[in-house]
């Protein structure tokens, strides 16, 4: 049986983070095909721990290749910062949540893991310590290496969405949108079903403009981009349904037998997804050379160390990664 090496990044030690991955750590830590390195501060682990009502010790280590192959676990060192407060968005709190996504990028980058899974960030502390990435995604991308097209994809049980565009504002989401873009969209969410599922997807597409630009009277991106995408797509090999209106095309999942939905700005999706059933919507980074997963939840500054922070998905995040690495391992 082959190991899965996953690195566990807390997030915002200011958050709720720690003490989901306190939970996750216990209840998946020790199981013989995982290795779990998780990348926190050894003080905001141990209050995740006494939070979450949890004794075990974790030992500490200076490197991925340190932690016992089968059903090891252990935190990495030399993340440890001070001067952030429980509940608190700050400069602090985000120096400390890059240190610990900039070991995790770096032990990725070297080969030592598998897949990413990271806990809740909060992006206005990580811009308070200088972080000028426009998200996850331009972070991880740049900090690996990788040039090529990239998005972000969503996924709920066996339905999977990928975006277009993503953290950028509305009014440029249309100069945004290109037959290129759409396609390698695609490309990398049926990858992901087919890794995660091991099926050939059933894709549909949606537009941009209300009921489809009304043939070009509300705007003309569905006839120049859109479907001459979709017919490249066809010409591809993927199976497209077709191209349907934003409010109506997730009605079609289940008449349709829908495994991906490709949307064309942030929104769109998430919409449908989270209230489909947000505890268990998870995010993956596409494009990278490695599975990134993290879950919907926030950091949930209000109910910061009450031990209510449900690790359902960030549960459900893990057990998404190693799948998609398991799938990436075989396909290499």
């Known amino acids: 049986m082959s190991v899965t090496t996953i690195g566990l990044v807390a997030g915002d030690p200011s958050g709720v983070g720690p003490e989901l991955c306190a939970k996750l750590v216990n209840a998946k830590g020790r199981q013989s095909d995982l290795r779990v390195a998780v990348f926190c501060g050894k003080g905001s682990f141990r209050d995740g721990m006494r939070i979450a009502g949890l004794d075990a010790e974790i030992p500490v280590v200076d490197s991925v290749s340190s932690i016992p192959e089968r059903g090891g676990v252990a935190l990495i060192s030399g993340l440890d910062r ?20 900039e070991s995790a990028a770096d032990a990725a980058g070297a080969g030592q893991l598998d897949a990413i899974v990271y806990g809740p960030l909060n992006k206005q502390a990580m811009w308070l310590a200088g972080h000028k990435a426009i998200d996850e995604l331009h972070f991880f991308s740049s900090r690996l290496g990788v040039t090529g097209f990239c998005c972000e994809m969503n996924n709920q049980g066996a339905l999977w969405t990928a975006r277009v565009t993503s953290h950028i504002p509305l009014r440029a989401v249309a100069d945004n949108i290109s037959v290129e873009s759409i396609i390698a969209a695609t490309v990398a969410g049926a990858k992901a079903v087919e890794s995660s599922s091991g099926k050939r997807a059933r894709i549909a597409v949606a537009g941009l403009n209300p009921h489809l630009g ?97 690790p359902a998905g960030l549960t459900a995040a893990f057990d998404l990664a190693h799948r998609l690495a398991i799938a990436t391992r075989k396909a290499a």
């Open 214 to 310: 009304e043939g070009g009277a509300m705007g003309t991106e569905e006839i120049e981009i859109i479907l001459p995408a979709i017919e490249r797509l066809k010409e591809l090999g993927y199976d497209v349904a077709g191209l349907y209106p934003a409010d109506t095309v997730f009605l079609r999942v289940g008449p349709e037998k829908l495994d991906l939905i490709i949307t064309m700005f942030h929104d769109q999706g998430q919409i449908a997804l989270k209230t489909l059933g947000f505890a268990n919507t998870s995010t993956v980074l596409g494009g990278l050379p490695l599975p990134i997963v993290t879950a919907s939840q926030g950091t949930a500054y209000d109910i910061v160390g009450q031990n209510r922070a449900d």
């Open 82 to 101: 001070d001067g952030y407060k429980p509940g608190v968005a700050s400069a602090e709190g985000g120096t400390a949540t890059l240190a610990a996504l």
